[in-house]
């Protein structure tokens, strides 16, 4: 560590080279809690941020250091393990001037570098070998080479495909140990995902460059107070075994939602729970746990706040309670959706590879109906009302999970106070897309308060026995509003799909005759239906049969499924 510190930054930075000293300036955010750890001989710096640990062996200087960094991500590694010492132990150090002096004036104008291009033909590569293999005998280094790839996807400044192929890699490695939670089909739809995100880059320029990469998820920086309004939390938990208590809350001034997770990786702090990340601590210094502030607004003093907002839970920021607003607050009334048309088509514009994905919404119905179980379908259901009493239903797979949480509606709904609003997140999945509901915001006596569905419940509710619950699920027999019919040609489009998806996963994309003559039938449906880009893919496809040509059919199958399911979820209110 002593040697490490007494390191000259200018030699260090001459080592580096510039190229590699420019990125890690891009990417000095990704220092912050690194892990630094005495060995004997070395010094082990983890960069969570880059998941890769790095080594820095005594008495070797700079160029001894070793990672499992891909090579042509190393130099930039390596560095910022460096600056990450250096910046814990408040070493002052200063860029090179040639950084700024060699920095391209516009480099999104002039599209992506050299090395840029290079990195997205390696990953378009792993991915159709990948393919070719088949998704279900995916082997064992696969999920490491997908790891790889992200970190340097975040460090040639390609964000959003970084955090993609890191949720790629994880579904991967459960593929690879035959886990009996991987989902095949998940990976392949955001393998199709990223391919078609890789060449759309290639050939993009200005905005639409900038906004193809993404933004940089953990590059916080500093800005003005920031007055919020907490809009409950949610408990989740992922098939990584990572797992955290997000917030979420309502900015006025920006009119959108803003959210901050306390979060664990997987095997990280065994004593990090769900009622632990409720209960245990303030948030923020001078603000209290997640339970206390439902009831309240909130003020954030030097706080930081990422491109996609997310605020972070640093020790810098400091927080305030002021009373919470009142229902016919002026910043209530401009709050969220209250018109599912509107919604609709905020939701509709964020699909696609270049649109901000739409998360979570805030919403406002005028009424709502009573939540209705679905044993059969194991779903429970809620239809909520807009201004125009136009129906949207939101629901909720009956797992364990849910369970609290499905219980809580039903008593809010029943026995609580006003519902003034909902919030609500957008699920995709492989049946399509729906709305499931988080938290409320409820009104008592006039002011507003978060109601959080998966820790909070009705205190006057009557506690219900078993059969006053069978008995309420057979007079619940009021049909569900039901959504607009799909287009005939969305159950082609869904069959073609899972076609070429049973080719991905065995890795047999050749034709057998079987296929042709079923393919050449739905060539000439697509075409008599009007959709000649999905029917030109197809028939490129029937032409020469391989993984290329199959991503790209799959992706124009799947970008019909997305639009599709925006259609059939708001299709009542159409």
Not at 255 to 281: C, E, K, P, T, V
Not at 349 to 373: H, M, N, T, W
């Amino acid at each position: 560590r002593a040697e490490v510190l007494r390191l000259e930054p200018a030699a260090v930075f001459k080592a580096a080279g510039i190229a590699a000293s420019r990125k890690a300036a891009a990417l000095l955010a990704d220092t912050d809690g690194a892990v630094i750890t005495d060995t004997p001989g070395a010094l082990s710096i983890q960069l969570p941020a880059l998941d890769v640990p790095c080594l820095y062996i005594a008495g070797g200087g700079y160029a001894s250091m070793v990672s499992e960094a891909p090579a042509a991500s190393r130099a930039v590694v390596h560095l910022l393990a460096v600056l990450a010492v250096w910046r814990r132990h408040g070493r002052e150090f200063a860029w090179p001037e040639a950084l700024a002096a060699t920095a391209p004036a516009a480099a999104a104008e002039d599209g992506l570098s050299g090395d840029e291009r290079q990195f997205l033909a390696r990953l378009r590569a792993l991915v159709l070998e990948i393919c070719h293999g088949g998704w279900a005998h995916v082997s064992e280094i696969m999920p490491a080479q997908l790891r790889a790839l992200a970190m340097s996807a975040r460090i040639e400044s390609f964000p959003r495909l970084a955090a993609m192929l890191r949720t790629l890699a994880g579904t991967t490695d459960l593929l690879a140990k035959r886990d009996l939670g991987a989902d095949e089909r998940q990976a392949i739809r955001l393998a199709v995902r990223i391919y078609a995100l890789s060449h759309a880059l290639e050939g993009a320029r200005g905005e639409l460059l900038r906004d193809l990469r993404g933004a940089v998820r953990r590059s916080f920086n500093g800005g003005d107070a920031l007055e919020l309004l907490p809009l409950g939390a949610h408990w989740w938990e992922l098939r990584s075994g990572a797992r955290g208590l997000t917030m979420a809350f309502w900015d006025p001034a920006a009119q959108r939602i803003m959210q901050a997770s306390l979060a664990r990786r997987d095997g990280a702090d065994r004593s990090f729970n769900r009622h632990m990340a409720w209960s245990g601590g303030a948030l923020w210094p001078g603000a209290g746990a997640a339970c206390t502030l439902g009831g309240g607004t909130l003020t954030l003093s030097n706080v930081r706040a990422s491109d996609d907002h997310r605020i972070s839970l640093s020790a810098e920021t400091s927080a305030s309670m002021l009373p919470p607003w009142r229902a016919d607050d002026a910043r209530w009334q401009a709050a969220g959706h209250d018109d599912w048309a509107s919604l609709a088509e905020a939701i509709r514009q964020g699909a696609g590879l270049r649109g901000e994905g739409i998360d979570c919404v805030l919403l406002k119905p005028s009424r709502f109906d009573q939540p209705v179980l679905d044993e059969i379908r194991q779903v429970s259901s809620w239809t909520l009302r807009d201004v125009h009493g136009h129906p949207l239903t939101l629901r909720l797979s009956c797992d364990p999970q849910h369970h609290l949480r499905i219980d809580n509606i039903e008593g809010w709904a029943e026995q609580g106070p006003i519902i003034r609003g909902v919030l609500a997140r957008l699920e995709r999945d492989l049946h399509g897309s729906r709305l499931e509901p988080l938290s409320l915001v409820v009104e008592r006596n006039g002011v507003l308060r978060a109601v959080s569905l998966d820790y909070e419940a009705p205190t006057n509710r009557a506690s219900v026995s078993l059969l006053q619950r069978i008995a309420r699920l057979f007079k619940s027999g009021a049909p569900e509003t039901s959504a607009a019919p799909a287009a005939t040609h969305s159950d082609w489009l869904e069959h073609l799909r899972l076609i070429m998806e049973d080719k991905a996963l065995t890795g047999r994309l050749h034709m057998t005759g079987e296929d042709q003559d079923s393919l050449d039938s739905m060539h000439s449906f697509l075409r008599a239906s009007g959709l000649d880009l999905v029917a030109n893919a197809l028939r490129r496809y029937l032409d020469q049969p391989g993984a290329e040509q199959a991503m790209a059919l799959m992706y124009l199958c799947q970008a019909c499924a997305d639009a599709g399911d925006v259609a059939t979820t708001f299709g009542a209110t159409r």
